[in-house]
């Protein structure tokens, strides 16, 4: 579907968590109207009707993720058949009538929980600013391979977690710094550096608002299952603690924090 300049820049003015919504009802509604180009009448039009009808557009959860199918370039594990798990346990939990008996008035999208998947610490979706906000992840193992000492590693890392060490010639990795990106292990030529574990890190209770608030990080990388259950561990402490439709950042304490991660302990 092509798009005019104007058209899209209009709908970069939709506030970010739902213009993926507002797109692809552009999209949808000037394929039924029989167009192959989207105007700026056409975005006015559509954002509109989408806004003034939200309550009806509200599902009770947000999942998102940064590439999906089409690939991350720069993924450190993919994550779409994690996506569709994910909101099979999202609408499985009826959070959409949940939010009914705890909210007065209409819903509105921030009520909404929202997972957010990153397949890399790029995080172009966010996660750092969501209920659960999950990013994919490779940590690196040193194997017994000669190094060739091509430095490949080293130039790669953006956060100086790897260097040479002189009296070895092997590469050292400092996990202080790490990021879990896998970048240095896609670059080795010779096998030095390999994938030790792939997965996804997880990090709770991010929001906007007036009072923002970023994410906490568990500790660990968790395979798909794990990542599943501390979802489910999540929602179940959202709708107990949940009195008027509050975020789940807004909800959790310290305590909550140190169950979640005693719990699911890597």
Known sequence: MEWTREAEEAVKSVPFFVRKKVKHRIEKEAVQAGKSRITLSDVRATRKRFLSGEASEITGFQADICFGPSGCPNRAHPG????????????EADL???LKTRVKGPLKYHHEFRVSLAECPNA?????????????ACRPAVTRQPCTLCMA?????????????EATKRPVLDFSRCLVCGKCVAVC???TLVAGKRGFRVQVGGKLGRH??????????????QVLEIVADCIALYKAKNTRGERFGELLD????????ERHAP
């Open 80 to 91: 779409e058949g994690l996506l569709e798990r994910l909101e099979a346990l999202l609408k």
């Open 96 to 98: 959409l009538n949940f």
């Open 124 to 136: 172009c979706s966010q996660p750092q600013i969501k209920d659960v906000g999950i990013i994919g």
């Open 153 to 165: 590693c080293v130039s790669a890392c953006k956060e100086a977690a790897v260097r040479i060490d």
């Open 189 to 191: 030529p010779s096998g």
């Open 212 to 225: 923002p608030r970023l994410a906490v990080s568990l500790p660990g990388i968790y395979s798909e299952d």
């Open 254 to 261: 310290t305590d909550d924090l140190k169950r979640l991660a």
